[in-house]
């Protein structure tokens, strides 16, 4: 079942293709931190009301601080070496793909984060940017994963590739990510045949189109959050995109007005357009 953010204090069911439900006011209030969310959404069905399509669901958070794993793909991999060879940091992300810890960092807090249709960004002083379309975890205070969302971390490649310590920047400010349409909430984890779609246009021209499935995806997902875990809290509980698998080539880079739309199975698909930071 599917899980949608309507308005800063409502919640939308959809328990089955095309059936939606609005959840009752009492039962919406930190939701997202419930470690039973799957049986509460199940308990709660009964005491719903019908509600209308969701046409412009929020990012589907609360208070959540979102996280992000790197290097988790293979062409993650080899992106980051070729736009970090110059600086001489290229063997750092050989190294973290084969090493036994992951690479983690924040990504964000909820401010910074937008939901579908709405404006992500890129930066004014960089010159070279990319989507990157991943699987998005939410997680529960306890450390559960509750459900999978779609994630878009926004990146500055040119600014990661001068120097690895300038990650935080290349990677954090204002609607450098986004999330949504919604959450999947089930018990079974998405199988390794499950798409993940990256579609970019320009203009009306589709300039990149193309995927990868969570095959491809390196670490489980259960290993990422027991490290993010460690030694750290999260009451309100964290997102966690998984990483990409999907990296346009060398000579592309995000413009003002594209549009990106990010598909993954079972899920639906985020889209938005980008912006300049004014």
């Known amino acids: 079942m599917l899980l949608y953010r309507t308005s800063p204090i409502a919640w939308t069911l959809e328990p089955s293709p095309g059936k939606y439900l609005q959840l009752p006011q009492s039962a919406s209030q930190g939701i997202t931190t419930r470690e039973d969310l799957f049986e509460f959404l199940h308990a709660t069905v009964p005491f719903c009301a019908p509600a209308e399509t969701p046409k412009q669901p929020l990012a589907p958070l609360e208070a959540q601080e979102i996280w992000a794993a790197g290097v988790t793909y293979f062409r993650s991999r080899d992106a980051r070496m070729a736009e970090s060879q110059d600086s001489g940091g290229g063997d750092f992300y050989d190294r973290v793909y084969s090493a036994v810890r992951p690479e983690l960092f924040m990504k964000g ?15 004014r002083d960089s010159k070279w940017n990319v989507p990157e379309p991943e699987l998005t975890l939410l997680i529960s205070p306890g450390g559960k994963i509750t459900g999978y969302t779609i994630g878009n971390d926004m990146s500055s490649r040119d600014i990661e590739g001068e120097n690895p310590l300038y990650l935080p920047q290349a990677k954090v400010y204002d609607g450098s990510s986004a999330i949504g349409p919604a959450i999947l909430v089930t018990k079974e984890a998405p199988g390794k ?11 009306g021209k589709v300039v990149f189109d193309d995927f990868t499935t969570l095959a491809e995806l390196k670490r489980p997902l259960e290993e990422l959050v027991e490290y993010l875990y460690r030694e750290s809290s999260f ?27 990010i598909s993954i199975d079972g899920i639906g698909t985020l889209a938005n357009m980008v912006e300049q930071l004014a």
């Open 109 to 123: 807090t909820p401010h910074r984060v937008v939901g579908p249709e709405a404006n992500v960004r890129i930066r």
């Open 193 to 203: 045949t499950t798409k993940i779609a990256l579609k970019i246009t320009r203009a």
């Open 235 to 261: 009451p309100g509980g964290c997102m966690l995109m998984t990483g990409t698998g999907l990296v346009p080539g060398d000579a592309f880079t995000l413009l003002p007005a594209d549009r990106v739309e």
